[in-house]
């Protein structure tokens, strides 16, 4: 049975992405090089940004690796919003590295407000202000726009996580004064985990070109002006390319409103099923709902009973191990995955002794769909 991937990543993948993906094609031929500059003009637009882009081979947590390597110096002082699981993974890596890492912990469920923000940067004198856009882990979204606009006045270099963000939220790294930002492929891009993708402005060239932390494969310098310093990734490429090609089809703007629709109706959905939410209200994402999980139910055993309709949705991860479910609305979704998704979970519910009026709400949801079309 087809499985349909309804967790924040990895998520679905076009057919035409696979098919592109199969061709045989070299990386050190003309071939290949056109293609790959195309890619980078494509996530130009995308990412919002003048520089060309870094491609690694890696999932998202290399490229945020790459980047912690590459921008600072032992000893730098970088602020960390730590508002889950990846702000955290971020600070960690730092301090490997010997970063000076100071993190602003934001309760699990909430975002940063500019305010607090400001606070911090009043106190002390950072080098660079990390945020994560899309806190997968909780459910939260960051306001990036306001929160660069803080940081561009304090002369610190912006770097946003954006590995659940792209391609589903509006992002413009140059407008929102982002320095570097660090995407994946198997979110919003619609294509397998591997490749991670960064963003650099000129400051952060700067700081690429004053960094003293050791590195081989991720030095980004190596990877300045579409230079393939090792075997890229071609196969992700290839298929980078077409699912750019798609985005580019349907419009961003469109994709943008598509994503807040969907997760507008398995909020109201899942609201009528009698879940709660877990994040605050204020952040709330539009690539993943989060949801408590009912008094007396397992996680565990919701998302089994999921998986049997060929249902996949993701559990909580760390501290929220048990206690939440996500389901995840991002990239590649028709509405018809979110009628199967929420039809799923109401019997999957029903299943396991949580009464509610699926048939009805499911009708409800139809019909809301059929009216934002
Ligand atoms: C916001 C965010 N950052 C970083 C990562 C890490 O990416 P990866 O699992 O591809 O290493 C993820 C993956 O779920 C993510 O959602």
Redo the contacts with the bound molecule.
């Keep these: 049975m087809e499985k349909l991937l309804m967790t924040?990543?990895?998520t679905n993948i076009p057919n035409d992405v696979f098919n592109k993906m199969s061709l045989n094609i070299h990386h050190r031929t003309d071939e290949f090089d056109e293609i790959y500059k195309n890619v980078n003009i494509k996530l130009k637009r995308l990412f919002g940004c003048k520089n060309d882009l870094a491609l690694l081979l890696?999932?998202?947590?290399?490229?945020?690796e790459a980047s912690v390597v590459n921008l600072f110096s032992k000893g730098d002082k970088l602020l960390v919003l730590n508002c889950?699981?990846?702000g955290k993974?971020?600070a960690d890596i730092a301090r490997i590295y010997g970063v000076d890492v100071h993190e602003k912990i934001v309760e699990w469920g909430k975002g940063v407000i500019e305010d607090e923000l400001r606070q911090e940067l009043e106190k002390e004198k950072y080098k660079a202000v990390y945020a994560?856009?899309?806190?997968?882990?909780t459910g939260v979204k960051n306001d990036i726009k306001k929160l660069g606009q803080v940081v561009k006045n304090y002369d610190s270099l912006f770097i946003v996580?954006?590995?659940?963000?792209l391609g589903c939220v509006e992002f413009n790294a140059d407008e929102f004064s982002v320095d570097a930002a660090?995407a994946?492929?198997?979110?919003g891009l619609m294509c397998p985990?591997?490749l991670?993708i960064i963003s650099l402005s000129d400051s952060a060239w700067d700081a690429i070109y004053n960094s003293t932390i050791p590195k081989f494969y991720f030095d980004l310098k190596k990877y300045k002006d579409l230079n393939m310093p090792y075997t890229p990734g071609t196969s992700l490429i290839l298929g980078l390319d077409e699912s750019l090609n798609i985005i580019e089809h349907n419009g961003i703007d469109n994709i943008i409103k598509r994503h807040k629709r969907h997760s507008d109706i398995v909020k109201y959905g899942c609201k009528l099923m009698g879940l709660k939410e877990f994040p605050d209200s204020r952040f709330n994402s539009e690539i993943l709902t989060a949801l408590y999980v009912p008094e007396g139910l397992s996680a565990k055993e919701i998302i089994k009973e999921m998986s049997k309709q060929g249902i996949v949705i993701a559990g909580g991860q760390g501290k929220l191990k048990g206690k939440i479910i996500r389901i995840g609305h991002m990239g590649y979704v028709k509405d018809e995955y979110i009628i199967k998704t929420m039809k799923g979970l109401g019997t999957s519910l029903n299943t396991i002794g949580y009464k509610n009026d699926t048939d009805n709400i499911v009708k409800q949801i139809e019909n809301m769909l059929e009216a934002q079309k």
């Design positions: 924040p990543g990895p890696s999932s998202g947590t290399g490229g945020l889950g699981v990846f993974r971020f994560t856009y899309s806190e997968t882990s996580d954006i590995v659940s963000a660090i994946g492929s198997q979110k985990p591997g991670s």
